[in-house]
């Protein structure tokens, strides 16, 4: 393995903030995210684009678009936001959205209790959004959530995923986010399956999303890199959670993962200090995120000697 | 990977404790130990023949294995103990350790300011023990300490590490721990050296021991395994701790390495629920302890599910 360059995803703003029992203001959000260009995280997902209703914390995500692009004119980094189906979609395209992601999960009973839809049909859904998005030139990819594991039917077969994969890539998306949403994959099957569908696809349209649910986030994410998997999802100061393990960890820490990588010989991008500080941001805000299980050697050890 | 067997020796009552600011009494090691055994961990360090004044955490080492014997005639777990020289040996001796572990350091830096000594010199005296064993016909295994790193030499080259294996197992030494003293290995550095070990040694006869410093002990533990490696230090709670990291974890902890290799499909042979209450007993005991962290998981879910 040589070691290159690693993409980072930040979720906080999005999948970290969604699943927190505080709800932010816009002007918080904002903060957050302000604090991650800060430090030069090179993808953030910023909001989703859903009922205000069912998910208050990301009402007003249109609004937050309209504020990026008026305050920070100048910043590099790649904003996303979630999009459940056409709706969201053209509520997305009206906000400008430069990268949108859609979610498909691989069984149909979570697809169900979701989203009402069998996964076939959630397949088309994706699918029809991706044809408009092609029309519009519009940037769009697709996660295939509980890629290894459903909370109600197990562990899933790895052709369900390469499927699901296969039409969603034809139809236009331009990556794959191979998602274990609820923290429940490890090392051993992260690596067969990215071994697997490197094997199929394009390494470079894929990535991995883990959730620390079970203290194996970082393992996960170096059987992937393994793998050869280039780009990840995390979440600063492992904002995020899992409802099915309440005093468990959320999703693996963007500082965390850094530091690992950075660690590893790969570049990221990311100003470390900077990004601490986003973390203490972000554990300011919520109250309840309690920063990634290497921050404190960051802060003691890792930034003292690099200063 | 064909997941089979891997031996967890849980190093928590020697390791963990000596770097505890609590010291705790006789009794209340003799039933941390205890703990370990009711839960059927396979291997257990139990203390340190070292001077009681230098160590006093680890006083009276040969009264708690001539306790152990007396208390614990039926146990399976191999009972080990640390020795540093000649004269831990025969106390060793006297106290009839099943199990004996001396400790050579790769940089002659940390093994100057440790015990005053060179690495060769260092090794020499280990020689001296490893043929004084096999004459009396004891069981000695060998560290290889700061095996990726020294905090005051910094990287530490494969050469060293296979040099000093060569020369101990050929002494005699019955295996070989390559340990990652400070907590400062990443998984990629893991996997490449433990490969090429495999590819020198006999894999049977190589262990490995982490530390959760960087929050990468579950990882590191997973690259060694693809590695090929299936026997592992771990202290139970993760009770240690590096002096140079104070606030970051210590060892990495037990339940957190048997849960996830036993999630990969790899038996232990451990019992989770009696290893959480030996956990339990451990944060209660020494009163800074945190648990892995798997452990809410584990409790909260996994112990439920499988009950």
Known sequence: MHPDHITINDVGPRDGLQNQP???SKDQRLSLISALVDAKVPEIEVGAFVSPKAVPAMAGTDELFADLAASLKNNSSLFSALIPNMKGFELAMSAKVPLMSLVVATSNTMNLKNIRMTTHDSVSVSKDVLKAAKKQGANVQAYVATAWACPFEGKI???SVFSITEQ?????????VIADTIGAANPLEVNQLMEAMASRFDLS???CHFHDTRAMGLA???AAISAGVRRFDASIAGLGGCPFAPGAS???ATEDVVMM????GFSTGIDMALLVK???LAIELTGSASGGNAKPWIENYYLNESA
């Open 250 to 252: 959320g999703n693996v």
């Open 205 to 207: 349209q894929l990535s």
């Open 157 to 159: 077969s790895a052709d």
């Open 278 to 280: 986003a973390a203490d």
């Open 168 to 176: 969603l890539l034809q139809a236009g998306a331009s990556s794959i």
């Open 261 to 264: 990588v950075q660690q590893m």
């Open 220 to 222: 996960n994410v170096y």
């Open 22 to 24: 505080k709800l932010l």
